[in-house]
């Protein structure tokens, strides 16, 4: 289970740290795993503020009709 979840971001963070180091560096893992918690960051903090976020968005929209 946790490896259905830990996969796509591990794959994503393979991606964005090709940009930054070459695969074949002997830092690519560890460049790997900052980018992949960044990630998990990121996704956990969507997660937990979701709806402060989808009513930010809702008032925006609502604002820009108005106008």
Do not use: H, Y
């Amino acid at each position: 289970m946790v490896n259905l979840l830990l996969r796509p971001i591990m794959f994503f963070a393979a991606i964005i740290a090709g940009w930054f180091v070459a695969t074949d560096a002997v830092n690519f893992g560890v460049i790997q795993m900052v980018v992949a918690l960044f990630l998990i960051t990121v996704v956990v903090a969507v997660a937990a503020f979701w709806e402060t976020i989808s009513d930010w968005f809702e008032s925006k929209g609502k604002s820009s009709k108005t106008e």
